[in-house]
């Protein structure tokens, strides 16, 4: 009786270690949108790429080599998978960023939960939760609401366009994550993160060759905040992905959506319409009820 006590107290805190983490994902990755949305198409996607990457493969080689890791771990071909599922969601995911709002794009963006949910259970074999369908259902009619103002405005092709984009985007992330969580069994966290700038900067250089463009003034700041942000942002989701399941961490990791909406009003002025706020607060509710559920018995479905 004491074993299993000592053993759903370990869970518990387990699950709300893992919360912590994604919450702290989703707040670093909801800044290194406002610094890709600052810096507003004025240097080209695949050079934001290839400065994200150098820096975080600078600071992971560095704690590789600190703590003495090898970094080549021991799931090449898994790594490498996980290296290109990145680099095209994170090209997606920028290019979205210069279009839509940033409330918007990362709304959309969060589609990828409900992918995660169904790779997971054909992948991983994963059960899925029942709390976790409705948090997906709920977190998706919040999409829907926060995605319904871009279509009236001027030029619908791009808004279409940008949206399928974040679509791509959303659906490269899930199955990158689904990754992560294979991976995270055996290789170590700073293993899975040095991959993804390892296959990044290769792939954006020949987009470089032929549409560089050299950073002025504070475009510098905001190109070291991408790559300091992420690199922040990686950390905290590989772990939290190592502690909860894919679908229930991905499903928490709304509150992203939730940073992102307020750094849109306060930093770019965007508009907040009543569609707005009320699919911010489904996801935040989505939100609310996957942290719950981290803290009852696993029943499955």
């Not at 610094?35 to 790429?49: D, F, N």
């Not at 942290?291 to 018995?297: D, M, Y």
Request: aromatic share 12%; hydrophobic share 50%.
């Amino acid at each position: 009786m004491r074993e299993k006590q000592l053993k759903s107290e370990f869970n518990i805190e387990k699950n709300l270690k893992g919360i912590k983490f994604l919450i702290g994902s989703g707040l670093a990755f909801s800044l290194m949108s406002v610094c890709v949305k600052a810096i507003g198409g004025r240097i080209p996607i695949s050079e934001l790429v290839f400065a994200r990457a150098t820096i975080s493969i600078i600071i992971t080689r560095f704690f590789l080599y600190k703590n003495k890791i090898n970094p080549w771990g021991y799931q090449k071909r898994l790594l490498l998978i996980r290296g290109l599922l990145g680099t095209v969601a994170l090209f997606c995911i920028f290019k979205a960023l210069t279009i839509l709002p940033i409330a918007t794009a990362t709304v959309i963006q969060y589609i990828y939960p409900t992918f995660t949910v169904i790779c997971a259970y054909i992948i991983l074999k994963e059960f899925i939760l029942r709390r976790i369908i409705y948090s997906i259902i709920i977190g998706w009619i919040g999409i829907v609401l926060v995605s319904q103002p871009e279509f009236n405005s001027n030029n619908i092709k791009e808004t279409i366009l940008a949206i399928i984009i974040a679509i791509l985007g959303a659906l490269m992330t899930s199955l990158a994550y689904i990754c992560v969580r294979k991976l995270s069994s055996k290789e170590h966290p700073l293993v899975i993160i040095y991959y993804f700038p390892l296959v990044s900067i290769p792939l954006s250089i020949p987009f470089i060759i032929n549409d560089f463009v050299l950073p002025t003034g504070t475009d510098w700041l905001w190109i070291i905040g991408i790559g300091i942000f992420t690199q922040i942002g990686q950390l905290c989701i590989t772990e939290g992905l190592r502690l909860l399941p894919a679908g229930q961490a991905t499903s928490l990791n709304y509150s992203q959506v939730i940073f992102a909406s307020i750094w849109g009003v306060l930093i770019f002025h965007e508009t907040m319409t009543s569609s707005i706020y009320l699919g911010g607060f489904c996801v935040l509710i989505s939100t609310i009820i996957s942290i719950s559920a981290s803290k009852t018995s696993q029943a499955k479905i």
